[in-house]
């Protein structure tokens, strides 16, 4: 709190006083903007400041303006400011003489209340606008890192966080996990997205659906990516859903995947329970496309993929029980394995031959039996040993009319459709 000699015109120590316990304005810039302040007013009244010594001490609450002018005859008297005639400057010390400097004390009763209210409000401009200033480059010096708040007000659309110096930060409702419920008084984390500036006031934004807050929360639990032994390449996500996170190591002794789950999933189990349950897939990155989409769309087990580089798809075949692992909850599962992998991925489902073939004897009801033992004769005995030869070859191998081969592979496909 600053204390001014004959404060009878406005109560400046109370405006002072509003400001002293600020936690982003340290003592020696506090000090530098009350300077300024009362310079600035001094070069407005006097036409320039310089020749002015301003003294704040704000551990002691005292404020001292000093002039400073040169002693010159009284016929040479031009400045007013920076001099002082000699009959005037030897009634403050009979000992002064021409050429000599004069330090006299400016008190608060040489300016008017109008100057008085002016250098008030000066101060409260100049401290919020460094306060927005300080929050503005302290939070865009955090984008991409977690912070922790307290919930002050929940709205339709958004939530209002206090972080631990009353920083209000915003975190709307796009950014929150669609199952997160927050009340006043809970503590929340999440990531800085971003910071705007709106009407010259700092806009701080949260996320809790960034894959940078995966990211940041995984560097939190595994000190293996904290220290850089372990790289994250890649994160997908469907916030509260599910999330696919591609990682390498660069150390063979590292195994990144069981690293970051740990033992007994008891490093991931934080992150899952940070995020609602989401279900994360950690895999292992690799540059080959097909092994990378096959791992990407883990749990599922691939038979075969084929891959056009050109297009960037991938068409992937696997047993009729996998085909759901594959596809996932929602579609999830497969629609972030496309998105890790950057392939569009098509999932055929693969004929199960050893299971789905049928006896040729099972169709007597349908042709006729002597049809059956050609069949037979020529070594075709199930459904789908006549199915993989073409109609050209059976012609040929057993003399049958082409139009009742026809017919018999109409039969018989009948069976698998």
């Not at 009801?365 to 033992?373: A, G, N």
Request: with cysteine.
């Amino acid at each position: 709190m600053i204390n001014v000699s004959v404060m009878e015109h406005i109560n400046m120590v109370e405006t002072f006083s509003e400001f002293k316990d600020l936690k982003n304005i340290d003592r020696e810039t506090m000090m530098r903007i009350i300077e300024e302040v009362f310079r600035h007013m001094l070069a407005k009244k006097y036409g320039t400041a310089d020749n002015f010594d301003i003294i704040v001490n704000i551990d002691k609450g005292d404020l001292e303006i000093w002039r400073n002018r040169q002693i010159v005859e009284d016929d040479q008297l031009e400045d007013e400011n920076t001099q002082i005639a000699y009959s005037e400057a030897i009634k403050i010390e009979p000992d002064f003489e021409i050429g000599e400097d004069v330090s006299e004390e400016m008190l608060m009763k040489h300016f008017g209340r109008r100057e008085i209210l002016t250098i008030r409000q000066n101060l409260i401009s100049k401290i919020m606008e460094y306060e927005k200033d300080n929050v503005y480059k302290k939070y865009r010096d955090k984008i991409g890192e977690i912070v922790t708040g307290e919930v002050y007000q929940v709205w339709k659309k958004e939530i209002l966080v206090l972080d631990d110096e009353g920083v209000e930060l915003v975190l709307p409702k796009s950014e929150q996990i669609p199952i997160d419920f927050y009340r006043k008084g809970d503590t929340i984390r999440a990531v800085v997205s971003k910071v705007d500036l709106r009407n010259n006031t700092p806009v701080i934004i949260l996320s809790r659906t960034s894959p940078v807050f995966l990211e940041r929360l995984f560097e939190q639990e595994v000190p293996e990516v904290f220290d850089g032994l372990i790289t994250i390449r890649n994160i997908v996500r469907v916030p509260g859903e599910r999330a696919k996170v591609a990682v390498e190591s660069y150390d063979d002794r590292i195994d990144p995947v069981g690293a970051c789950v740990g033992m007994k999933g008891s490093r991931i189990h934080g992150i899952v329970r940070e995020l609602k349950n989401e279900n994360i897939d950690v895999i292992n990155y690799t540059t080959n496309p097909r092994l990378y989409i096959q791992r990407a769309l883990s749990p599922a087990k691939i038979s075969t993929i084929n891959i056009d580089e050109e297009t960037k798809k991938a068409e992937v075949y696997l047993k009729p029980d996998q085909v759901s692992l594959a596809i996932g909850k929602g579609g999830y599962n497969i629609k972030l394995a496309a998105r890790l992998s950057g392939y569009e991925i098509d999932v055929y489902r693969e004929a199960e031959t050893e299971t789905e073939d049928v006896d040729l004897q099972e169709f007597a009801d349908e042709i006729d039996q002597w049809i059956i033992d050609v069949f037979k004769s020529i070594g075709c005995d199930t459904a789908l040993s006549i199915l993989e030869l073409s109609v050209e070859d059976l012609v040929k191998r057993t003399d049958l009319e082409e139009e009742t081969i026809r017919e018999v592979i109409r039969i018989l496909k009948e069976e698998f459709e």
